[in-house]
């Protein structure tokens, strides 16, 4: 079945690189996922990855993918403390009929401190 | 655009009683979803909704979890008798694909249930 894994906590000052690594087992997973969860709120997709790239950057925001591994990353530049909120990795998993939906990671809680 | 709505956004009920959630999604959004996410935990999806047929309903508890999307635009998601186990945040999903990709979901702000 699918699983998705991540580290639960990570704690960074403001002005520091933030990197949240993550690991999925789907290995038909067509395309990954970054969503960011605030408290109170719902999650926001960040970004995401398809399955054939290594790296994908989007300002602040590297992903990179190692397809081997089955191994993701999600990399914040210049982390601040706007930044603190749980970062969900997901993947696309496939339902019958053709249709796709995802599978979710438990989140990563970034702390940014002052 | 308006986003997804949910309501209510807090809940609190005794355990055996019954409660609903509402969702209305982004207008002409056909795929719905609605997760169950435990405290600590991601989303796990319970139910998938294409327009307002069920793709997925495979991790719906069945015996005491229904979901209906009447005329493909809003959805009710009903817990009868509810459990200490099920207090969670509920979040409704909504898009406007459902393969290839890639493809957002937007998320509604989730309701939060509380069993007592």
């Known amino acids: 079945g699918e699983d998705v894994e991540q580290s639960l906590f990570l704690s960074v000052r403001e002005g520091d690189s933030s990197v949240i690594n993550c690991t999925y087992t789907?290995?038909?997973?067509?395309?990954l996922y970054w969503y960011k969860q605030e408290p109170g709120a719902g999650l926001q997709l960040l970004t995401y990855?398809?399955?054939?790239?290594d790296m994908k950057q989007d300002q602040r925001l590297t992903v990179l993918l190692n397809k081997k591994d089955k191994h993701l990353s999600l990399r914040i530049a210049d982390t601040q403390t706007g930044d603190s909120a749980i970062y969900f990795c997901?993947?696309?998993?496939?339902?019958?009929?053709?249709?796709?939906?995802?599978?979710f990671g438990k989140g990563t809680m970034l702390l940014v401190s002052p | 655009e308006a986003g997804v709505a949910q309501s209510p956004r807090y809940k609190i009920i005794e355990k055996r009683q019954s409660v609903a959630f509402w969702c209305n999604p982004i207008?002409?959004?056909?795929?719905l979803y609605w997760y169950q996410q435990i405290l600590g935990q991601g989303p796990k999806l319970l139910i998938q909704?294409?327009?307002?047929?069920?793709?997925?309903d495979s991790q719906l508890p069945k015996d005491r979890f229904s979901a209906e999307r009447l005329k493909g635009v809003d959805s009710t998601l009903k817990i009868q008798p509810a459990k200490l186990e099920d207090s969670a945040v509920y979040l409704c999903?909504?898009?406007?694909?459902?393969?290839?990709?890639?493809?957002?979901?937007?998320f509604g702000p989730g309701t939060r249930l509380t069993v007592t």
């Open positions: 999903a909504s898009s406007s694909r459902t393969s290839g990709g890639p493809y957002e979901q937007y």
């Open positions: 789907d290995s038909s997973s067509t395309y």
């Open positions: 990855i398809f399955s054939n790239m």
């Open positions: 997901a993947e696309t998993t496939h339902v019958n009929s053709g249709y796709s939906t995802l599978t």
């Open positions: 207008s002409g959004h056909a795929t």
């Open positions: 909704f294409q327009n307002n047929g069920v793709v997925d």
